[in-house]
């Protein structure tokens, strides 16, 4: 039988993969944007710069904190691709999310697996970049190749899996290929072209694809139904009649686009002891705008919580671009 052998987890924000001078390209969109989600409120970005003053923001996000909290996560990335790559696991369970790059508004299922042969991350033309916001073109080598590219997906586990969680009264929508999304592309998420291009460094292991809509309401699963669609994954996984190592790779969050380190701090530390229950009682508020990601995480925590499987935070970096505190918290971490 099949057997969850490894887990990974890997924050994917533009920062990530944009140099340290160039952090600031999206202050300007902070500053135009209304209604920034913080906690249990909304806010305007000079309100933000206000409510946070005793925080040093401005300090934290200088050029100087930017070129070193971002040399912190390359290492850590690099951590993460070196522990992939010795754990060699032969099939990996990829949790990330939709931001409008598959599914129209016309169609947003909560959940949904691809259980095609394959999946294609196509190259961006000049015209298709040059429609990208600020900020973001910058960043897109990190989740688009230069040439179109094929990886392979594991067709008979992404079908083992949805029928196994119809059966336990998951409603999953399913996908031989990716839609044609907005752009008109069958463009593959930001969320799943960081793993292959920055952590598989381009050399794909064989995937299943599960797609979670953390986003965009009305229909965002709770993070009690993200735990729970976990513990049903690893029972299908278990339940597969193929005798493989799994792994399972979780993509996105932490806190953003304002960060909240203490947000990131309880529920880290919920992870590491594998405590769903605190997990699942966090009020569903924090889950807004980029943090609502943290449910990629909270999905593959209900998995792996099953297993033995110990958390080893490689680091958390909060990486501030502005002294209103937006950004992307970043987190890296490995289950063996």
């Known amino acids: 039988m099949a057997h969850i052998s490894f887990g990974l987890a890997s924050s994917h924000g533009p920062l990530l993969s944009t140099p340290p ?5 999206r202050v300007k969109a902070d500053r135009q944007n209304r209604e920034h989600a913080f906690r249990g409120g909304t806010y305007t970005f000079d309100e933000l710069v206000e409510l946070r003053a005793p925080e040093n923001l401005k300090q934290q996000s200088s050029l100087e904190e930017c070129e070193r909290r971002h040399a912190q996560c390359q290492k850590a990335i690099v951590r993460l691709a070196d522990e992939l790559k010795a754990a060699s696991p032969e099939v990996l369970v990829l949790i990330g999310n939709d931001q409008r790059e ?11 697996i691809v259980h095609g042969d394959s ?31 094929t990886y392979p997906c594991v ?17 999953i929508a399913t996908m031989k290929k990716l839609p044609d999304g907005p752009s008109g592309r069958a463009s593959l998420p930001h969320a799943y072209g960081f793993l292959y291009r920055r952590i598989m460094n381009d050399m ?63 529920v880290l530390s919920a992870m590491k002891s594998n405590d769903t229950e605190r997990l699942a009682a966090i009020p569903s508020h924090f889950f807004r705008s980029g943090t609502s990601e ?25 990486c501030y671009r502005s002294e209103a505190g937006t950004g992307n918290a970043m987190a890296f971490a490995v289950w063996q």
């Open 102 to 112: 598959i599914f129209k508004e016309s169609l947003t299922p909560p959940f949904s």
């Open 21 to 25: 001078d160039k952090w600031t390209l």
């Open 119 to 149: 999946i294609d991350n196509i190259a961006m033309d000049e015209a298709a970049l040059a429609r990208l916001k600020p900020g973001l073109s910058i960043a897109h080598w990190a989740n688009v190749p230069e040439e179109s590219v």
């Open 155 to 171: 067709a008979e586990l992404g079908e083992h899996l949805v029928r196994s969680l119809t059966d336990d009264d998951f409603d």
């Open 294 to 318: 943290t449910k990629n995480w909270i999905t593959g925590i209900g998995a792996l919580a099953t297993t033995d499987l110990k958390m080893n935070l490689i680091d958390y970096v909060p």
């Open 204 to 266: 794909p292991i064989p995937a299943v694809p599960v797609v979670l809509n953390t986003f965009f309401p009305p229909n965002q699963p709770k993070t009690s139904r993200c735990i729970a669609l976990g513990k049903a994954m690893a029972k299908a996984i278990a339940s597969w009649d193929e005798d493989v190592r799994v792994g399972i790779i979780m993509s996105g969050g932490l806190s953003h686009f304002v960060l909240d380190e203490t947000f990131d701090d309880d």
